[in-house]
C-alpha cells in the first residue's frame, strides 16, 4: 500500500510564502500518475487548488492562480505546492491528492492527512 503524509503547512502573515509538500513511501515500488492538491476551510466546501495531470500539465483555481505553482520530484516521491503571496482567504486545511499505480493495482486515489495553512492579516 501507499501511504502520503504532508509537511508544510504554518502560521505566516499575508503576503508571504509556505512550501507544502506531499511524500508518498511503499513497500514496493509505485508511481504517482497525477497529483492535486485540495483545501478546505471551516464552513466550505473542499475545492480543488491545483492540479499536476498524468501528461504534465496544471490547472489551477482562479483564486489562487498566478499565486500557487504545483510541482513533484519523482525521485523523492514527493508532490508539492509552493504558495507566494498569500492571503487571509488561503487559510484552510491542505490536502494532497495522488492518483498512483502499484505493482497490483493501476492508478488509485490516495489522501494525504492535510495539513493546516494559516495566514494572519
Known amino acids: 500500500q501507499v501511504q502520503l503524509v504532508e509537511s508544510g503547512g504554518g502560521l505566516v502573515q499575508a503576503g508571504q510564502s509556505l512550501r507544502l509538500s506531499c511524500t508518498g513511501s511503499?513497500?514496493?515500488?509505485?508511481?504517482?500518475?497525477?497529483a492535486s492538491w485540495y483545501r478546505q476551510a471551516p464552513g466550505k466546501q473542499r475545492e480543488l487548488v491545483a492540479q499536476?495531470?498524468?501528461?504534465?500539465?496544471?490547472n489551477y483555481a482562479d483564486s489562487v492562480k498566478d499565486r500557487f505553482t504545483i510541482s513533484r520530484n519523482n525521485v523523492r516521491d514527493t508532490v508539492y505546492l509552493q504558495m507566494d503571496s498569500l492571503k487571509p482567504e488561503d487559510t484552510a486545511v491542505y490536502y494532497c491528492?495522488?492518483?498512483?499505480?502499484?505493482?497490483?493495482?493501476?492508478?488509485?486515489?490516495?489522501w494525504g492527512q492535510g495539513t493546516q495553512v494559516t495566514v494572519s492579516s
Open positions: 499536476l495531470t498524468n501528461t504534465g500539465s496544471t
Open positions: 491528492n495522488a492518483m498512483i499505480r502499484t505493482a497490483v493495482y493501476n492508478s488509485r486515489a490516495y
Open positions: 511503499s513497500s514496493s515500488i509505485f508511481r504517482i500518475d497525477s
